[in-house]
């Protein structure tokens, strides 16, 4: 009887006051003109249900006030998904999909609009909430196109590493969802505009997507425990409390063409929770509208990949630990490539009619910054084709994080740092956080000290050798003018407990990465050293969250920090004191100072003359005005 109820109204237009502190537990979906809810008072759902009331089409959370006109208070059987053994969600939302179309039973049909369905197309739903924690379009199952969809979303989201919350949601492994003219909007704490789950393969084209920050409970506590977060983990350096895309679970796509993607804060296009995902952005505009926030986060093996568009970031075009990010050209073959292996289905019309574009990436701050647990896979970045990074401080930032880089200049692709460092290894400052035992939550609470003892030498570190643990970048037929400082000394261990595999820096020990640089056909103008990296503060607790990879340089004999470089086919212009600790200078390749300065090599101790071969063990290079 009650899932017959559930899809669809079935009392006259009435009127209904329940009293305050009273009870009214539905027995059928019911439909009214006026309704006055008194203080305290609760309307509830029988078992195994939800209740959601809309006003005039509008989703609108159950509160004490009076409401006129087109009211529905609709039973919706409860969609229970459950992210842990303490987090059970009982997701409502206006339209729930799965391979036989519509399930009314688990739908809020009322806040749906005028929508229609026709072999696998759902035209022209709009779907307004001014109410917390309700879904708009959830498919679960099936091969749909969503089309000229409009989402108006105000009022926080409850857990967006589940989903809860989120304007469109696609999960399971045999669920294939298009989004073809797309209006979605949220406002609010972690109200997710767009999420992929469960093996979900989403493709979201020629749609704009926005979401902007809202106001965090009076008693939320900042912390870091997943499905509890509701904002930016501070040790990132962001904050912001609102993610445009997450993507979770393993092996879930989403893909961007022709779009346009934005986030207040946070970060525009995420993953969490997942492994082996796939994310990309094709011909499309990927923003942080306000002060903080990253334009894409790698993690757990994931490929991020951007083809000929535009990001334009507060703080980070990407934070990758564990996973892999790609920035190249839209080209038809690339297009064509994408779409056979996501399963896009692009017509040959659609590609056609795609713009042959370049990436480029503008950010306010750092490009890209490699941070996390060393022990996991080899994360890599690949800067491609005519590809333009224009950051205000350095294009990569590594924070101990074991690396491959690949930039290739061949076909115009350009580094410009704003600072003039281009690549910056550094010890992690990760705060770190702290338990609470009452809650069970971490908190951010954290606070980054700044070692105060020397480094101390590892023994048994070869400061001349590649290892399986360093950074190892590549630069390609390139133009370069910049500096590239490797300031790792120590790692850190926490007392207590890191965040994301990284923990907290409140014990320094020894700790060796050497910086391997590897440049072919190219010219580099800048200092290339093993240096002392030092921040503003010695102390950096959340106020001053913008201050975490912010280090000034000074160039320095190597410790556990070795500089590798090979040139061929190459010149580097030295501009200032380097240290290195393995050269190898190819025939065809040079070394100079700027000017007409001249340059100064000491190795070992002793002087020697800039010629091709192989050098090792402790080398200054040094210019003499």
């Given amino acids: 009887m009650l899932s017959c109820c559930a899809a669809s109204v079935q009392a006259q237009a009435t009127e209904k006051s329940v009293e305050s502190g009273s009870v009214w537990t539905l027995d059928k979906s019911v439909h009214l003109n006026d309704l006055t809810i008194g203080s305290g008072a609760q309307i509830l759902p029988p078992s ?15 509160q004490t006030g009076a409401y006129h006109g087109d009211i529905d208070l609709t039973l919706s059987q409860a969609n229970v998904v459950k992210f842990s053994d303490t987090l059970i969600h009982n997701f409502r939302q206006a339209l729930y999909l799965d391979r036989t179309g519509v399930v009314a039973s688990e739908s809020v049909l009322p806040a749906a609009g005028h929508y229609s369905l026709s072999d696998g197309v759902l035209s022209d739903a709009a779907i307004t909430s001014i109410g917390e924690n309700f879904n708009g379009i959830y498919v679960a199952d099936g091969d749909y196109t969503l089309r000229n969809v409009r989402l108006d979303f105000t009022g926080n989201g409850g857990n967006d590493f589940a989903g809860f919350g989120a304007g469109i949601m696609s999960t399971g492994k045999n669920t294939r969802l298009i989004v073809d003219g797309a209006q979605v909007k949220t406002h609010g704490a972690v109200r997710t505009t767009v999420v992929a789950a469960g093996g979900s393969n989403l493709v979201v084209k020629n749609s704009h997507i926005q979401a902007l920050s809202g106001t965090l409970p009076e008693d939320y506590v900042s912390n870091v425990t997943l499905g509890e977060m509701k904002d930016a983990p501070w040790m990132l350096g962001i904050n912001g409390n609102v993610r445009a895309t997450n993507l979770l679970g393993g092996g879930t796509t989403a893909t961007y063409i022709q779009s346009d993607i934005s986030s207040e804060g946070w970060g525009v296009l995420s993953i969490d929770q997942g492994q082996d995902t796939k994310l990309t952005a094709i011909d499309s505009k990927v923003t942080i509208t306000g002060k903080s926030g990253y334009g894409t986060y790698s993690i757990g093996n994931a490929t991020n990949s951007f083809y000929g568009s535009e990001i334009n970031v507060a703080d980070y075009a990407a934070i990758v630990t564990g996973g892999h ?32 574009s370049e990436t480029h990436v503008k950010s306010r ?5 490699l941070w996390g647990d060393s022990s996991v896979d080899v994360s890599t970045v690949k800067i491609m084709d005519g590809t333009v990074f224009d950051t205000a401080e350095a294009i990569f930032l590594d924070k101990g994080l074991t690396a491959s880089i690949d930039v290739d200049g061949s076909k115009g692709a350009q580094l410009h740092s704003g600072n003039g460092i281009i690549m910056q290894l550094m010890d992690t400052d990760n705060p770190g956080v702290v338990p609470d ?5 971490m908190l951010n609470k954290g606070v980054f000290h700044a070692p105060t003892a020397p480094p101390v030498k590892l023994t048994d570190f070869d400061l001349t050798a590649v290892h399986n643990s360093d950074v190892i970048a590549r630069f390609t037929a390139i133009s370069l003018q910049g500096d590239f400082y490797n300031a790792i000394r120590t790692s850190s261990v926490d007392a207590g407990v890191g965040y994301m595999g990284v923990p907290g820096h409140n014990v320094a020990v020894p700790s060796g990465q050497n910086l391997v640089l590897k440049f072919d056909n190219s010219t580099i103008t800048g200092v290339i050293t093993a240096s002392t990296a030092k921040h503003p503060k010695d102390t950096i607790s959340s106020e001053d969250y913008k201050f975490l990879g912010e280090v000034t340089n000074t160039p320095s ?4 920090n070795g500089v590798i470089v090979t040139l061929k086919h190459s010149t580097w212009t030295v501009t200032g004191l380097s240290y290195l600790t ?3 200078l190819a025939t065809d390749s040079a070394i100079t100072a700027q000017n007409g300065a ?8 002793t002087p020697t003359p800039i010629k091709p071969g192989l050098y090792e063990g402790t080398i200054v290079l040094q210019p003499q005005k």
Avoid at 365 to 369: A, C, D, I, S
């Fill in 582 to 584: 393995s050269l190898t």
């Fill in 325 to 356: 990010v790609i920035y190249g050209a839209s080209s038809k073959e690339t297009v064509s490539r994408l779409n056979s292996d996501l399963k896009l289905g692009l017509t040959p019309d659609e590609i056609a009619a795609l713009a042959v």
């Fill in 365 to 369: 701050r750092f490009g890209v910054m």
């Fill in 557 to 560: 004999a190597p410790v556990n």
């Fill in 48 to 62: 195994g249900y939800s209740v959601t009331l809309t006003v005039n089409g509008v989703e609108t959370g159950i």
């Fill in 437 to 441: 035992p009452k809650s069970g939550l």
């Fill in 598 to 605: 001249k340059l100064t090599m000491i190795v070992n101790g």
